[in-house]
């Protein structure tokens, strides 16, 4: 059960509603805080067998907006079909939710310091503050590059600061790299912010999906697994939040099969929906690691338009795209990555996509509401 409460409730009627709930057996009440845009909002989760507890009781108290039984096994990241469910959140001062798409663009692998100066320039140029740079890197062969790891962070960071860069999409493989990524931000005074991404080979690692959850500083963004089903990506983001961090971004990139051929992966943008339909977490595409290459279709526009625009059409909220000032001295994944001219192609893409979504699912709101 989830009780609630308006923004700004006033601290003893929380306390109050978590005493009520201590005295059923059984039960032991948690806290989450939610950062909305102007307001904080509180919710208490009753933990243990809820079955029998009533929901009226807590109704009552000042302050409670609505109390919710959670049907699905998604407690935390669950929408439970609960209208004004608080969805997103803020982190240095960039909003995660499903009111815009953010396009987080930038370099598969950190190489050097020119090109990520030069992807920061291109991005801000654009008009973005947030981008994706790839210091340590999975490879599938243990001779391939594997990143410049902790080495890079501190001229990656001091870059982003210099070109207004506030939210840096990086994975990591270990816990460890999470403390690294901390001391390098503090070391170099906090010039821009991280969001933790768990990459699709850690999709189950459980240590590392429980150490990302258990820090609230930066926000995660979980990329589904390749050979998961949802349900088990899905549990896998209830891992990062039973820890006690809410402020998930779930990213779709393809699944493995020979089916998906000739692309890299299966697109399986059509989860973009059903995603939010179940949780509350905004749901990010990744358009290069599904398709892996940067062909055109005989309309000129390349596979990875096409699926970004299949995407954003379905309502995700943020695209993770891999882009390089010179794709062909990338150390890896050049062959997909977006070149300096294709950038604000691709933005003015989004954005019509974007209007075009925002339409349909106004006029699709406006349906259901007059029903
Ligand atoms: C990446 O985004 O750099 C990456 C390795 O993606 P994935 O984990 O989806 O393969
Ligand atoms: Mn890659």
């Not at 907006?65 to 004004?84: E, F, I, K, M, T």
């Not at 790839?134 to 960071?157: H, I, M």
């Not at 070149?339 to 339409?359: F, G, H, I, W």
């Amino acid at each position: 059960m989830i009780i609630m409460f308006d923004p700004d409730t006033p601290l003893e009627s929380v306390e109050a509603v978590e005493a009520l709930a201590r005295r059923f057996d059984d039960v032991t009440p948690r806290r989450y805080e939610y950062q909305g845009t102007a307001h904080a909002i509180t919710e208490v989760h009753l933990l243990g067998s809820t079955q029998k507890v009533p929901a009226e009781p807590f109704r009552t108290f000042p302050g409670v907006r609505q109390v919710v039984r959670v049907s699905s096994r998604y407690r935390l990241v669950g929408r439970h079909d609960a209208p004004g469910m608080p969805t997103g959140f803020s982190y240095n001062g960039v909003r995660f939710d499903s009111q815009a798409v953010r396009v987080f663009a930038g370099l598969c692998a950190v190489d050097t310091p020119e090109h990520v100066d030069q992807t920061f320039a291109a991005l801000a140029s654009h008009g973005l503050e947030t981008a994706r740079m790839g210091a340590y890197k999975p490879r599938t062969s243990p001779y391939d590059f594997q990143g410049l790891g902790a080495a890079c962070l501190p001229w990656v960071f001091e870059l982003a600061g210099k070109h207004g860069i506030r939210v840096i999409a990086m994975e990591v493989t270990d816990a460890r790299h999470i403390e690294e990524i901390d001391r390098a931000l503090e070391a170099t005074g906090r010039p821009t912010g991280v969001m933790i991404q768990i990459g699709t080979r850690n999709a189950q690692n459980f240590e590392l999906l429980k150490r990302a959850g258990r820090q609230k500083t930066y926000p995660v963004l979980y990329k589904r697994g390749m050979g998961i089903t949802l349900e088990e990506s899905l549990n896998a983001c209830e891992y990062i939040a039973s820890e006690g961090n809410p402020n998930i971004v779930f990213c779709l990139r393809g699944v493995k099969t020979h089916l998906g051929d000739p692309h890299r992966n299966l697109v399986d943008f059509a989860h973009v929906p059903v995603v939010r339909r179940q949780t509350r977490m905004p749901v990010c595409i990744d358009p290069s690691h599904s398709v892996g290459s940067t062909r055109r279709a005989p309309d000129g526009l390349t596979d990875i338009f096409h699926v970004t625009g299949q995407g954003v059409i379905a309502g995700a909220s943020m695209v993770l795209i891999d882009f390089h000032p010179a794709p062909a001295t990338a150390l890896c994944d050049g062959p997909q990555a977006l070149t300096p001219d294709e950038l604000p192609r691709l933005m003015a893409y989004v954005q019509r996509v974007r209007a075009a979504y925002d339409e349909v699912s106004t006029l699709a709101a406006e349906a259901e509401t007059a029903k």
